[in-house]
């Protein structure tokens, strides 16, 4: 699988490493990430185990996560001025410092 580097960070993708060896595919298959000019190719190592009929499943599930793995930083970017302000704001109605 071949990304550009534009659709998926490469924070995007050691987030998704992380899912692939914790979660739903743990044992079906591994990820290997490399970066190839302006491209992030991710080969998906399946066990031997999994069914040939569940590969093409599982392929597109994976890029389905991609994209929701960078949805998910984009909005964390774009976010986070936002995120400051409120946290600025609860955290100035405290009586944690005195006056």
Do not use: W
Not at 27 to 54: W, Y
């Amino acid at each position: 699988m071949d990304t550009k580097t534009s659709l998926a960070s490469l924070t995007s993708c050691s987030k998704l490493h992380f899912v692939v060896e914790s979660t739903k595919y743990i044992n079906k298959f591994s990820t290997d990430f490399a970066l190839q000019g302006q491209s992030i190719v991710c080969s998906l190592i399946f066990t031997q185990n999994t069914p040939q009929d569940s590969i093409q499943f599982y392929i597109d599930d994976f890029r389905k996560e991609v994209l929701d793995q960078d949805l998910r930083e984009k909005i964390k970017k774009e976010s986070e001025p936002l995120r400051n302000l409120i946290l600025a704001h609860a955290f100035s109605k405290t009586t944690l410092v005195e006056q």
